[in-house]
Structures are given as structure tokens and as C-alpha cells.
């Protein structure tokens, strides 16, 4: 979860999509919707060739909790997918 502006936890999905497969935005959403309770949805999804590991490969959280906080506080996402897009 993240905290806004306004003090209201969102929720951010990190989305590692397995080699050849294209994933949207749209898409995840619509799966989500589909199998969770609109309160658990998460506000925005983050499409990342692969998420960042720390040094016993396990998921370094710390580092998705800095780029969520880093997106919210900019407004810039950077789809690793798209070439690094940004948008």
C-alpha cells in the first residue's frame, strides 16, 4: 500500500509478466475485477520486465515501496515493458 496525498492508502501492483507474454493495464484490471472485491483492486498497475531482488534473491520491497512513493510524488510511470515509456 501507499500512502496519498490526502492520507488514503492506495494500492500498487507490481507486475512482472513471464518472457513473450504482453500484458495491459486494462487487461490486469479487468482480471482483477473479475476475482476481487473492487476495494482490493489495486489503484495502478506497474509492468516490470522483472521486480527488484535483493541480495538473497528475494523481493526487495524497500525498493518497490521507493518507486511507488518516487511515481506518486512525480506523477511519472515508467513502463519497463514499453522501453521504458513514460507517461
Not at 42 to 60: C, H, K, Q, Y
Amino acid at each position: 500500500p501507499r500512502i496519498d496525498q490526502d492520507t488514503v492508502s492506495s494500492l500498487v501492483a507490481f507486475v512482472a509478466a513471464s518472457k513473450g507474454v504482453a500484458c495491459s493495464e486494462a487487461e490486469l484490471r479487468r482480471h482483477a475485477l473479475g476475482r476481487l472485491p473492487h476495494y482490493m483492486v489495486p489503484r495502478e498497475f506497474l509492468i516490470r520486465d522483472e521486480l527488484a531482488l535483493g541480495p538473497t534473491g528475494n523481493l526487495d520491497r524497500r525498493a518497490l515501496q521507493a518507486e511507488a512513493q518516487q511515481i506518486h510524488d512525480t506523477g511519472v510511470i515508467c513502463n519497463a515493458i514499453e522501453g521504458g515509456a513514460c507517461y
